[in-house]
C-alpha cells in the first residue's frame, strides 16, 4: 500500500542525563542527532490535535493501510525529542517539523521481530497554530514500523502516517484487524478485475455476472452477481478456485470488504469485459457498478 522507507542508521548516544534545552550541552546534543540523522529518509507529518482540538481518528482503510505487511506494531511513550536542523531535512514543508524521538515500549501489540525497550526514530509533525514544535514528551502513540538491521532500538516508521496518537479505542480497533491480516485464510490483496462475463437466464431478468479478480499473491478471487425475476439483485465474493454463487457480500469494514472497496476500480476496465453481445457487455458494467455501490466508500482521514 505505502512504499517502505529507505534504511538509515542513528549514532549510538549516551541519554543517561539529558541536557535541558538551555543547558550548556544541549546545542551540541542537538547538534549530533542532526548530524546522526541527516542521511535518513524522512516520513511524512503525523498529525498530533492542537490545545482544544480533537484528535482525528483514523478509519479501518486507516489502520489497514498500515498494518497490513507490517512486521512491528507498538504502543510506546514519547520521553524525549530533538528538532532536526532544516539544513539536514531537504524537502520538508515550511509547516512540518522533522524530530528524533526516543521512546519507551509499553508493549508490543504484534509483532514478528524482537524489539528493544527503548526505541530511537524519525518523524516529522506539523507545527501547530503559533507556529511551534508541538511537545510530544509523555505522548503515548502507536507506532507501525520496521527494525533496523542489528540495531535492536532503532526502528524506521513505515509509511508517512505511521505514529499515531494512542487510545484504548484506537487499540481496540486495530488489534481485531491485526489478527485478521494474521490469519491463514485472510484474502489477498486485490490488483483489480482480470476478466468479467455476464450471460443471460432462461427467464427474462435473468442473468449472472462473473468477475474474476487479479491479486498480488496469484491466489484466486472472484464475485458473483445474481439477478432474478422480481427480486433485488444478489452478489457475493469467494477467495477459493471454486466460484461459490452462494457467497454473501462481505460487511463494511472487515478485511474482505476492504480489499475489495479500497482496490477496485470506479468501473469495469473495458479490456476486462469478455461478455459476448453488446447487452451482455453493458450488463456486465452494470453489476460492476452495482458491486462497488453496494461496497460504498473508502474513507481515509490520514
Known sequence: MFPMLRGYALLEMSMSRPP???SPTAPVW?????LALSACTAVGAQEFPSAGSAPMQPTYADLADLSDGTPLVLRAEIKRQAEVDRERAPGLPM???RLYIEAETISLIAGSVPVGESLKY?????LDARGKVPKLKRSEVILFARPVPGRASEIQLVTQSAQLPWSAETE???RPILAELASSAAPPRVDGVRDAMSVAGNLTGESETQLFLSTQSGRPASITVVRRPGMEPGWGVSWTEIVDRSASQPARNTLPWYRLACSLPAALPVEANLSNTEIDRSRAARDYAYVIESLGPCPRTL
Open 20 to 22: 535541558t534545552p538551555h
Open 30 to 34: 542537538l547538534a549530533a542527532a542532526a
Open 95 to 97: 509547516d512540518q517539523a
Open 122 to 126: 524519525l518523524v516529522d509533525v506539523p
Open 172 to 174: 481496540q480497533r486495530l
